[in-house]
């Protein structure tokens, strides 16, 4: 199956699409994670990319769909796929459409406040990669689990967060016009807690 996830930052996306990963075994193809990948390998194009994600604008389409158009023509994703943060423009899904056939586009739907709440508060541990959240931990600075040091997306500062927020619903809301026209867009409420946002999402792609 292959399968979309739509919506705004802090969803839920990533989360869902990693458990959907492991349980089901659709790889997570996720613009953001390979985007920051090439930043940490010092890539050209995470040289390019780096301004803008610090920034929380979108990098330029041709970039991210000449990243995603190799990454769907590896052999891990011929059977089916999970697409986490693409596509984000109408763009990005025009092009999408004239290299894949897309099965089912999943929006995941969420307020504001819980957008604020769950990034606000997200820390990633630099050595083990496990994501906490502050109001859980009793040190903000160390990875409870393996004592590395825990950082803070730069894109997740509190102004960048609404700034993201802005330009999700400029550039990326109207593709839940495109993909209703299309027949393929399904819908999930993820505001609350994750292991019942997971069986809802089970529900709606009906696996
Ligand atoms: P990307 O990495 O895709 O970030 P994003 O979508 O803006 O935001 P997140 O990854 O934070 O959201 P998510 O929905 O995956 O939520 P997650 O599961 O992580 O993109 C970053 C940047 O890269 C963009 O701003 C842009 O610059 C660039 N980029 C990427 N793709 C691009 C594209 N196609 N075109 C152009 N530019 C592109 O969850 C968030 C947090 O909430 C986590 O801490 C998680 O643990 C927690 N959480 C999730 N669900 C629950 C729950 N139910 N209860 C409690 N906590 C929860």
């Known amino acids: 199956m292959n399968i979309i996830f739509l919506g705004a930052p802090g969803a839920g996306k990533g989360t869902h699409a990693a458990r959907l990963m492991a349980e089901k075994g659709f790889p997570q193809i996720s613009t953001g994670d390979m985007l ?20 929380g604008e979108l990098v330029p389409d041709e970039v991210v769909i ?14 089916g796929f999970v697409l986490d943060g693409f596509p ?3 763009s990005q899904a ?10 089912v586009v999943l929006n995941l739907k969420v307020t504001q ?9 997200r820390r990633i541990c630099a050595a083990c990669g496990k994501v906490f959240h502050a109001s859980r931990l009793q040190d903000d600075q160390v990875c409870p ?8 997306r730069a894109d997740d500062k509190p102004e960048t967060i609404l ?45």
């Open 36 to 55: 920051r990948q090439n930043i940490a390998e010092g890539s050209a194009l995470g040289l390019a990319a780096k301004g803008y994600i610090d920034a």
């Open 163 to 207: 700034h993201r927020l802005e330009v999700y619903r400029e550039q990326t809301e109207p593709l839940i016009a495109h993909y209703q026209k299309t027949g393929l867009l399904k819908s999930v409420q993820v505001d609350g807690e994750a292991e019942k946002n997971y069986r809802d999402i089970m529900k709606a792609l009906g696996i």
């Open 113 to 121: 406040q819980t957008v604020l709440e769950r990034l606000g508060g």
């Open 94 to 103: 025009v092009a999408l459409e004239e290299l894949v056939r897309i099965d």
């Open 66 to 79: 000449g990243m995603v158009r190799e990454r769907l023509a590896q052999p891990d994703a011929q059977n």
């Open 145 to 152: 689990l393996c004592g590395g040091q825990l950082i803070q």
């Open 88 to 90: 984000r423009t109408v």
